[in-house]
């Protein structure tokens, strides 16, 4: 799987006073409702939900707003911008925010009004956006990507490898050959996976019970979670959870 930049997200609000700031990293304004003005060095662009740009890592840039506002800011390692499909970014700073570029934003908006977003789901989701903003066609693998990290953060949904295909705008059989392509595996054995490796997170780490963590990790009942644990693990539920404590208590 391509490594992903390291990135952060911050849901935030601006005043009238114009904030000067310069970092090395680059960060993107994405606002989700009112306007901003934005200077980015001798260039001056007012932003809105249908407008954002891209800080280039260095570049000095100040922020105002005369009305409510609130905007997604999200903080990218400079080192994404220095080859690649986003270099244009840093060429054209202000950018138009097409349907899909919206819709991406208005996704990751409401979840961060909410609470702040896993960080698995934000690294999987800013190279689709970034694909989204300077290709005319994201790339198959930011987009499977942005679907991991979605699955990551919910895997008791009730995915199939059709939803999955869905949610990564891909065909089915497209689907296929880019987790043979970035991961050597099937979606299925890769949703397996995953939603094993939260159960067994859970079962080590709360006191849910086994058939509550078994719906929640998207299996139809206890009896299909341990059947799965027996062909992947050789072992049951019980006994991993009591494993795990016994191990938890020794290092005590």
């Not at 700031?21 to 939900?49: K, N, T, Y």
């Not at 840093?90 to 819709?103: D, H, I, N, Y």
């Amino acid at each position: 799987m391509t490594p992903q930049p390291s990135c952060d997200l911050h849901l935030r609000s601006y005043d009238r006073v114009h904030w000067g700031d310069r970092h090395d990293f680059a960060q993107l304004v994405l606002p989700v409702h009112g306007d901003v003005l934005l200077d980015i060095g001798e260039r001056r662009g007012r932003l809105d939900p249908l407008h954002g740009a891209l800080v280039a890592p260095g570049a000095w840039h100040a922020q105002s707003s005369q009305g409510a506002n609130q905007s997604l800011i999200v903080d990218v390692d400079g080192a994404a911008f220095g080859h690649g499909p986003w270099q244009d970014l840093v060429e054209r700073p202000f950018v138009a925010l097409g349907p899909a570029a919206r819709k991406l934003v208005e996704f990751m908006g409401l979840l961060a009004r909410e609470a702040a977003p896993p960080r698995a789901l934000v690294q999987g989701w800013v190279p689709l956006l970034l694909d989204t903003l300077s290709l005319a066609t994201p790339r198959a693998n930011s987009r499977l990507a942005a679907l991991l990290a979605r699955i990551e953060a919910a895997p008791g949904l009730a995915w199939t490898t059709e939803s999955m295909a869905r949610a990564a705008n891909l065909s089915v059989s497209r689907l296929h050959a880019v987790f043979r392509e970035e991961l050597d595996s099937t979606p299925h054995a890769w949703l397996l996976g995953c939603r094993l490796d939260r159960a067994r997170a859970l079962l080590a780490e709360s006191h849910r019970t086994v058939a509550d963590i078994a719906l929640a990790c998207g299996f139809s009942d206890q009896a299909s979670l341990t059947r799965a644990m027996r062909r992947a693990f050789d072992t049951t539920p019980a006994a991993y959870r009591r494993k795990s404590q016994e191990n938890a208590s020794k290092a005590q």
